[in-house]
């Protein structure tokens, strides 16, 4: 809610060559993460859950600004 969730997958142009066992896919290090959903000041279009962006580790937007607490269940 509220924030993008900042993924640890490194942005693509395409799914080949991804990972089939749920892994972040990586890249160079630096890289541009990817957002999903959207944040609480997103156009509609861009508050589903399979809305994609990107941005770098620095950036300091106020859409990407937030947490979220998320848990891993047993």
Do not use: M
């Not at 900042?6 to 957002?35: F, I, K």
């Not at 106020?62 to 047993?74: D, Q, S």
């Amino acid at each position: 809610g509220n924030v993008n969730e900042w993924v640890e997958d490194c942005r693509h142009d395409s799914y080949n060559g991804a990972p089939s066992d749920g892994a972040a896919a990586t890249g160079p290090n630096p890289c541009v993460h990817v957002l999903r959903g959207g944040s609480w000041i997103s156009k509609p279009g861009g508050l589903r859950s399979a809305y994609r962006s990107i941005a770098n580790t620095d950036d300091r937007l106020i859409p990407v600004g937030g947490f979220r607490v998320a848990r891993t269940l047993p």
